[in-house]
């Protein structure tokens, strides 16, 4: 069991029945009336964020998650597999459960898989990865980086905008986070 006091950004608990990471948090300690800590959690289960208010003091029940290293094979439709590096086990994750991460994964990848007891919650990524550009419109001479910007579609079929100097081939690095794109490789 933990206190409200011992929350820190990262930490999960198990509150209503659900896995939950907290994004944020802030004591508040209001002139009339008792303490208590304001937070963002974000369930590990639906990917749903939501705001909840605890008492000072109050007690739950930290989540033991666990982390495994492991390598991104191959999308067979309905599943991705994942395997781990050392066992040499295979896991099969449903594309349901990874609606963003899909995105940003390529074969031979290594992601780190979020598990809590037998189950699997989803998949952890690097900060940023190297795409390659499949379609894009071709830049024009004359056109700057700052002077705005094109759709380019990446070798895992996610869309964003890019400089005018980007073209077809290219390696981009995106950031995972919002996918935007930073910088060519």
């Given amino acids: 069991m933990i206190s409200t ?22 004591h508040v300690k209001p002139g009339k009336g008792s303490a208590f800590v304001r937070t963002k959690l974000k369930n590990l289960r639906t990917d749903a964020v939501q705001e909840k208010t605890f008492r000072a003091g109050e007690k739950m029940e930290q ?18 597999v994942f395997m781990d590096n050392h066992t040499y086990e ?54 700057t980086a700052t002077g705005g910007s094109k759709p380019a579609t990446l070798e895992t079929g996610l869309t964003v905008q890019v400089p005018f100097f980007v073209n077809e081939g290219d390696v981009l690095i995106i950031n995972t986070t919002d996918g935007t794109y930073v910088s060519r490789a």
């Fill in 90 to 143: 295979q896991l099969e994750i449903p594309a349901a459960n990874l609606s963003q991460e899909k995105n940003y994964l390529i074969e031979n990848m290594e992601v780190s898989v979020i598990m809590f007891g037998s189950e699997t919650l989803g998949v952890d990524l690097p900060n940023t990865v190297n795409l390659k550009v499949t379609d894009t419109e071709p830049g024009i001479r004359g056109d």
């Fill in 5 to 26: 006091s011992d929350f820190k950004n990262g930490l999960t608990i198990q509150v209503d029945d659900g896995i939950w990471r907290i994004v944020e948090f802030q």
């Fill in 63 to 80: 989540a033991n998650i666990e982390t495994k290293k492991m390598q991104y094979l191959y999308n067979d439709g309905d599943n991705y």
